[in-house]
């Protein structure tokens, strides 16, 4: 079994067994795709993954990956949204069973196109209110490594701590042995 020294791996791990099969799920952040192909695998054949990036790049990259793993073009099972994740509302035909997020922006690409904090709590809020099942999962690997991603950071988890625990499950993971600035990850479980 591979050890697990990064975050965004052990995101995978702790959602593996609670995705099934006929889920609605979320890739709010698609990048190059790994989290899309991961969530696909999960819910075949009968569910759906809708995933969001706002660059054409990222599209291109996850088809790519997808096709390379015996996804089909007009398999309906996975939506590639050229769109910013705080539109997800309009694709989400029942409530989400998980919801994946790896902030920032996509290394090798343009650093300008990175995620912020008004787009992440418009997301938060409408899944908060509304949109995650019971027993869903939101996880999301946020870097404080560059300025704007410090504040990303900082607004992130004032807002998560404040979720009441009498409803919400949360937890904030980190590499005790690295850098202050390594990747964090949160997971919030709806518990009622
Ligand atoms: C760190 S990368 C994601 C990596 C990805 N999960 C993977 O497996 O490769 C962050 C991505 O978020 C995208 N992004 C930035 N703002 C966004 C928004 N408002 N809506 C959706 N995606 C956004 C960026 O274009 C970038 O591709």
Redesign the pocket.
């Known amino acids: 079994m591979t050890p697990i020294y990064r975050v965004?791996q052990l995101a995978q791990e702790l959602l593996y067994n609670r995705i099934n099969a006929g889920d609605l799920v979320m890739?709010?952040?698609?990048?190059?795709?790994?989290?899309?192909l991961f969530l696909w695998k999960r819910v075949q054949p009968t569910g759906k993954v809708i995933a969001?990036?706002?660059?054409q790049h990222?599209i291109y990259q996850t088809k790519k990956v997808l096709i390379n793993n015996g996804w089909k073009e007009q398999d309906p099972t996975v939506e590639l949204i050229l769109?910013?994740?705080?539109h997800f509302a309009k694709y989400a035909y029942k409530p989400l069973k998980a919801v994946?997020f790896?902030?920032?922006?996509?290394?090798g690409?343009d650093k300008e196109?990175?995620?912020?904090w008004p787009?992440i709590k418009c997301v938060l809020d409408q899944l908060v209110h509304h949109y995650l099942e019971v027993g869903g999962y939101i996880s999301i690997v946020s870097y404080s490594g560059h300025e704007e991603g410090k504040t990303e950071q900082t607004e992130l988890l004032t807002y998560v701590r404040n979720l009441t625990s009498k409803s919400w499950g949360v937890m904030e993971i980190i590499r005790s042995n690295a850098v202050e600035s390594a990747p964090k990850l949160i997971i919030i479980v709806r518990k009622e």
């Open positions: 965004a890739d709010a952040t698609m990048g190059n795709g790994y989290d899309t969001f990036d706002v660059q990222a769109d910013s994740h705080s994946m790896n902030l920032g922006y996509l290394p690409s196109v990175s995620t912020s787009g």
